[in-house]
């Protein structure tokens, strides 16, 4: 390749990947942006990237929400330009991204907890019925999540489990596990049989096999696992919206959009709780970020 | 659980979708002894041993240890250490934590561990390497580490799966003496499985040839070597491979005779029981001397297809009737391409096999 294909190669990458990264990127830098703006800047024309006169106000009207209580009448009395005004469910707000934390961190924890045995199981131990359970497994991913909603909300009903987390937590992991042990099963396919076998030996049982010799070694799919349970959990919408019905059982998704069918709406007041809803998984990506692309890769290379 | 012997009886090994793996097999074998598998792969050999550690579950027959029968009792309480062709090192651990780990499992204390260690990885020149990860060792390195991992077990049985196999030519050789110099330390049962005849003959007091799931034959080396019980067990042995002429046995005066289109090599008269048999004459390379003495007893003639030196020995590439069989003849030799020549045979040395069943006919030669 001469030395002027190569540049040309080069810029053309650097062009595509910098307007991949404003694709992305943007809305994401509009709601960080905006937040920290009062409602009467936000309607500004031309927008404002960087906000001209910066304010917390938005995320301080997050944290003190429950101290006032906002009526048609109360609302009336406020200043609908200034931002000064919060929706009428805003108090829900800090509850329901305790109950998110809940139930994505509960739905993590058992994905680990069946998926990492099950993975190892499959891949592992030869067994009647090996096969056909993989496929089971997943000939679950192929229904659409809208198919299942119906007998999930029978299920949930007849449980009891109406308006409660427990309902989020039990269809969330029917949504996460099938995939999360698609992904074990393949990284522990990808360990060789005979480190199985020499653990074995060494005086393992099968279940020391697993938790002293594999799972040191199958971190990276650990945290893709994590990742994974985590966002679906943390954004499914779909059931959340199904099953919850009062602000003991609603998650953030189900909040946040709560303030888009209250009386004003106030955009400064959403996109300051979207950044809080945001923080959570950047922060989870943030420390597992070295496995992350080893993980995601997994299941493309072998599977 | 100390084991003096362990032995098979009908012991069959077959997988979902009704694979035979191990056919019916009886097999003893004693205490402090080597063993060698042999066979080419697929024969059932490593399924053999895997069913000795206890990683295989029996479908069918007995496996006892000492006469108690272990088919079910799970591969961390056998008292079995194993080699893998592949080392199997734990990737996360030092070598120090590799071969510490069976002995940590068993809750052999600290200071024992570290004395066995010490003592092994001086044995086998492995010390300086005790803190390094695996993936910084060579393939030979990482073998030792492997052969540490099982010593250190003290092991009532010691199984190998083609450990030289992912090693290099010269460091094999020397591996397989070390091997050696290892069972006679350890004086423990050494089961040891391998494709490599040279491997097998050099370190087995018995081999048992495998193929097909079957045992083919059991014996020392030279009973094997010597003695092929059939035409698989006398290929598989043997390099260059024993050659074979197909024919009949006539019979000239009441002397049998081996009989190929227009080639006649006198037989001993032991083989005039076979008469009128269609058969198979075997002729190992080795088994034919450039004088033979009174001429023309027991001779095979041909025009010399090829002359192929290999440094310590000469093979000739030799056209007998319609097939071209490899000798072995003197380094100093001087055959020439398309010459004639007559070879002496050495009739105790030829193996005559049944040419429908494969089944050597005792009394034919060997």
Known sequence: MSAQARFSRTALLAISSILLLLYVLAPIAWLVSSSFQSEREIVSKPPHWLPQEPTIGNFAAIFTSHERSVTYETRRATDPASGGFVPSTAKNLLPSLRNSFIVACTVVVLNLLIGLPAGYAVAKIRFRGRQASIYAILATRVIPDIALVVPFFLFIRNLGLLDTLASLIVTYLAITVPFSVFILINYFESLPDELDKAARVDGCSRWQTMTKIFLPLVTPSIVAVILFAFLVSWNEFLLALMFTQTPQSQTLPIVIASFTSDFTISFSFINAAGVLAILPPVILALIFERYIVAGLTVGAVKG | ?366
Not at chain 2, 39 to 46: L, V
Not at chain 2, 227 to 240: D, E, K, M, Q, T
Not at chain 2, 300 to 313: A, N
């Open chain 2, 1 to 366: 659980m100390t084991v003096a012997s362990i032995s098979f009886r009908g012991v069959t090994k077959r997988y979902a979708g009704a694979v035979v793996a191990v056919n019916h097999l009886d097999l003893e074998i004693y205490d402090k002894e080597f063993v060698v598998l042999l066979g080419p792969s697929g024969c059932g050999k490593s399924t053999t041993l895997n069913m000795i550690a206890g990683l295989e579950d029996i479908t069918e027959g007995e496996l006892r240890f000492d006469n108690v029968i272990v088919n079910a009792i799970p591969a961390h309480k056998r008292d079995v250490a194993m080699v893998f062709q592949s080392y199997a090192l734990y990737p996360h651990k030092s070598v120090y934590e590799n071969i510490a780990f069976g002995l940590r499992m068993r809750r052999v204390d600290r200071a024992e561990i570290d004395r066995r260690i010490l003592d092994a990885a001086s044995k086998l020149a492995i010390s300086h390497l005790l803190q390094r990860r695996p993936s910084q060792l060579s393939g030979g390195q990482r073998q030792r580490v492997a052969l540490g991992r099982a010593m250190v077990r003290q092991p009532a049985v010691f199984l190998m799966d083609e450990p030289l196999s992912n090693l290099d030519a010269a460091l094999r050789i020397s591996m397989r003496a070390e091997i050696k110099l290892l069972h006679t330390a350890m004086q423990t049962t050494f089961i040891y499985v391998t494709h490599d005849q040279a491997e097998a003959l050099t370190l087995a007091d018995r081999i048992v040839v495998m193929s097909d799931g079957v045992i083919q034959q059991i014996g020392s080396a030279d009973e094997i070597y010597e003695r092929p019980r059939n035409i698989f067990v006398a290929s598989f042995l043997g390099n260059p491979q024993i050659n074979y002429l197909h024919g009949t046995i006539d019979a000239v005066n009441g002397t049998p005779l081996f009989q190929c289109r227009e080639l006649r090599i006198p037989l001993p008269p032991t083989a005039a029981s076979y008469v009128g048999r269609e058969v198979v004459l075997g002729i190992r390379p080795e088994d034919v001397s450039p004088h033979y003495d009174p001429p023309g007893v027991l001779s095979i003639s041909g025009k010399v297809e090829s002359v192929l030196p290999v440094g310590s020995d000469r093979f000739l590439g030799l056209r007998v009737e319609d097939r071209t069989i490899f000798v072995r003849v003197g380094k100093e030799s001087h055959y020439r391409e398309g010459e004639r020549v007559t070879l002496g045979l050495t009739p105790e040395r030829l193996h005559l096999f049944d040419a429908k069943t494969g089944v050597t006919l005792r009394g034919g030669g060997a």
